[in-house]
C-alpha cells in the first residue's frame, strides 16, 4: 500500500482513543463499540500520500465488508471517502484480523439492497441521507473486497 509505516490515525479524539484501544489489544477491545461491530480502515492520502485510519461501523455482504461514508450527514462526503475513492486499494483490520481489500462505491443498482442492510444495524444512516439530501449529496455505500494473498504475509 505504502513503504512508510507510519499511520496516523483520526485527529477526532474519541475516534483516535477508540483506535489506540482497538490497535492495542488487537481488536479485542474495540471490535464492539457500543453493541456495533467496528473494524479500522487505513487509507492512503490524497494530497499528503500519508497512512491514515479511521474506525467504522459495518456490515457483511457474503465475504465483503460494507461501510457508509456517512459523515454524520454532512454537506461534503467523509475525506477517508475522498482518500479511497482516489486510491482505492485498503488495509482492513476487522477484530484481529488484517487484510488488503480493494473499495469500490456501490452503483445505484445495488445501493438499494445494501443501504437498507447497513440500516437494520445502524438505523441513524436514514436519518443522516436525510439530512445530507438537503444539501444535495447522495451517502455511499462502500464495499471493501479482500484481495487474496497467495499464501503472501
Do not use: C
Not at 24 to 51: E, F, I, P, Y
Not at 102 to 121: G, H, N, V
Not at 124 to 145: H, M, N
Amino acid at each position: 500500500m505504502n513503504s512508510n509505516p507510519k499511520v496516523f490515525d483520526s485527529p477526532i479524539g474519541w475516534v483516535k482513543s477508540h483506535i489506540r484501544q482497538y490497535v492495542a489489544t488487537n481488536g479485542k477491545k474495540g471490535h464492539n463499540w457500543r453493541g456495533l461491530q467496528t473494524l479500522l480502515l487505513t487509507t492512503v492520502g490524497r494530497k499528503s500520500g500519508k497512512l491514515r485510519r479511521t474506525a467504522l461501523i459495518y456490515g457483511q455482504d457474503g465475504s465483503d465488508y460494507l461501510v457508509i461514508a456517512s459523515n454524520g450527514g454532512a454537506v461534503q462526503h467523509p475525506n477517508w471517502y475522498l482518500n479511497l475513492a482516489k486510491t482505492p486499494a485498503v488495509e482492513v483490520q476487522v477484530g484481529a484480523d488484517k487484510f488488503t481489500a480493494q473499495a469500490r462505491t456501490a452503483p445505484a443498482a445495488e445501493k438499494p439492497r445494501l443501504w437498507r442492510l447497513m440500516t437494520k444495524i445502524f438505523p441513524q444512516y436514514d436519518e443522516y441521507q436525510t439530512k445530507a439530501s438537503k444539501a444535495g449529496r447522495d451517502i455511499p455505500v462502500v464495499i471493501l473486497k479482500h484481495i487474496e494473498n497467495n499464501g503472501k504475509d
